[in-house]
Each structure stands twice: as structure tokens, then as C-alpha cells.
């Protein structure tokens, strides 16, 4: 090779990242969340509330009515793959979710951030996906989604808050661990992958399994829960004539229920991400060790 050549490109390969070089993405991945300005944070944030919205409203279209021709595991996992269309825009599309920052805990234990940087990047992004969800639930209401099959959407949006609201503290939260674990291991694979097939085949499984298996998620549960109130609270007479039954049937509905199930359920999550996926894999593959 003459000097004056240029030097050859890196070399790539199609191959996934292996673990121990997704725990190194993943400390890089959070440290630069953390240094984006407020602007761009809370747009992404509100994005991804947006998007998650866009997934919870395919399932419950999905799920109306289908419980009546299908057994409950494949009703409830095909309303997951629906539902799963909330994580890929928000991995393909670029967005800021507050349920996939937990893992924001590799670059705290790193000592590349500190709590105080942690804690802003996710105050911002919680409420910015707050905005979103809200936001959308507002679009599908206003769009008359809720009057789909003769009201039996509408329907299925209020049992969905119903039971949601409905939960026990301490039950919540579990569904809330059990929940974040899922969610923040498709992240993790999505950080691994090479190609956009690789991403969605991350996503799909993870997400259609915490979904079948009533899970609970607080980004969705931002859209769910407020779609189901903005229901109750505003349906005209033909909605409730349709389905036969009237707002006093969701008695449990409230503003209330919203903060009894956001507050064990976002707690949950950040337990269930950060902890049990985030600090596990920062343990075997980042902690500190003797040099021999």
C-alpha cells in the first residue's frame, strides 16, 4: 500500500452483539439520554407516549369481541403482537420511553452518571410520556373509536380501565416487575441487533408475552386508564343505550384509581428494569474486578 492511500475501512460484521459488548451500548446509550436538553427530551418523551398509545389502541381493537370466538391465551397474545406496534415505533422511529430508561442504572453503577442526572432524565421523560398517552386517548375518543361494533370497543375500553383500577397496591407492582423485566430485555436485544428485522423479531415475543400475561406497564396504562374515563365521562346516551349499561357500572373509575395503579406500577417497573435487568447484567459483565 502506497502512502498516500487512504487506510481501509473498519471492518463490520452481521453478526448480534454479544452480551458483554450490549452492558458496554447500554452505559454508552445512557449516558448520552442523560445529556440531551429538556427540548429534545421531553419531545421524544411525549413521542413515546404517543406511540405506545398508537399500540394499546391496536390491541384493544384487536380484543374486542374476540373473546367470544377464541380461547383466552390466544385472544390475549394475539392483542400482544398488536400491542407490540407501540415499542417498534418507539426503537425504529426514535423515541424516549420511560419504561426502557430504567436501564439508564448501568451508567449510575459505572459511575458515568450520577442519581441527580438520572432522576431529571426520567421526571422529564415520565411526564412527557404522560403528555402523550393522554393525548392520544383524547385523538381516539374524539376519532368516535370508542363506538366501533356498535359500541363493543368502547366497551372493551372501560373493562380494560376497570380491571386496571381495580388492582390491589401490592399486585400492581408485581405485574409491574414482572412487566419492566420484559420490556427492558427486548431493549437490551434491540441493542445487540445489526439490522431492522433483528429489532422487530426482539420486540414482538417479549411484548406480546407481558401483554398475554396482564402485565402491567405505566406508560400504557397512561393511555389505558384515561381512555376509559374520558368514556365514562363524556359518552352520549346512544353509546351507553348500545351496550346496555350506564356510567354507574364503572363506579371504580376515577382519578383516584389513575394514581392508586400509576404509582405500584411505575414503581415496579423501575424495579423490574433497572434492577433485575439492568444491575444483573451490569454485575456480570461491568462490575469492577482484581486485576490478577
Not at 423479531?201 to 389505558?224: C, D, K, R, T, W
Not at 435487568?277 to 461491568?286: A, I, M, P, Q
Amino acid at each position: 500500500m502506497a502512502e498516500t492511500d487512504p487506510p481501509p475501512p473498519p471492518a463490520t460484521s452481521l453478526d448480534a452483539l454479544l452480551p458483554a459488548a450490549i452492558a458496554r451500548k447500554a452505559e454508552e446509550t445512557g449516558v448520552a439520554k442523560a445529556g440531551l436538553d429538556i427540548v429534545s427530551l421531553s419531545s421524544l418523551a411525549v413521542l413515546a407516549g404517543a406511540f405506545i398509545g398508537l399500540g394499546a389502541m391496536a390491541a384493544t381493537v384487536v380484543w374486542t369481541g374476540i373473546g367470544e370466538t377464541l380461547p383466552f391465551g390466544v385472544a390475549r397474545m394475539l392483542g400482544g403482537l398488536a400491542f407490540a406496534l407501540g415499542l417498534i415505533l418507539v426503537v425504529l422511529g426514535g423515541a424516549e420511553l420511560f419504561t426502557g430508561n430504567s436501564l439508564m442504572v448501568i451508567a449510575v453503577a459505572s459511575r458515568r452518571l450520577s442519581l441527580v442526572a438520572v432522576a431529571r432524565a426520567w421526571t422529564i421523560v415520565f411526564f412527557g410520556n404522560l403528555v402523550g398517552a393522554v393525548g392520544t386517548a383524547v385523538l381516539v375518543y374524539l376519532a368516535g373509536q370508542h363506538m366501533l361494533a356498535d359500541g363493543a370497543a368502547g366497551q372493551t375500553m372501560l373493562a380494560i380501565g376497570a380491571a386496571k383500577t381495580g388492582l390491589a397496591f401490592g399486585q400492581a407492582f408485581f405485574l409491574g416487575i414482572l412487566c419492566n423485566v420484559l420490556v427492558c430485555l427486548a431493549i437490551w436485544l434491540c441493542y445487540g441487533a445489526r439490522s431492522t428485522t433483528d429489532k422487530l423479531l426482539a420486540i414482538l415475543f417479549p411484548i406480546a408475552a407481558f401483554v398475554a400475561a396482564g402485565f402491567e406497564h405505566s406508560v400504557a396504562n397512561m393511555y389505558f386508564i384515561p381512555l376509559a374515563l374520558i368514556v365514562k365521562w363524556c359518552a352520549g346516551d346512544a353509546f351507553w343505550v348500545a351496550i346496555g349499561a350506564g356510567p354507574e357500572t364503572y363506579g371504580g373509575l376515577s382519578l383516584a384509581g389513575l394514581v392508586w395503579n400509576l404509582v405500584p406500577v411505575t414503581l415496579g417497573n423501575v424495579v423490574g428494569g433497572g434492577f433485575l435487568v439492568g444491575l444483573v447484567y451490569w454485575f456480570v459483565y461491568l462490575r469492577p474486578r482484581e486485576k490478577r
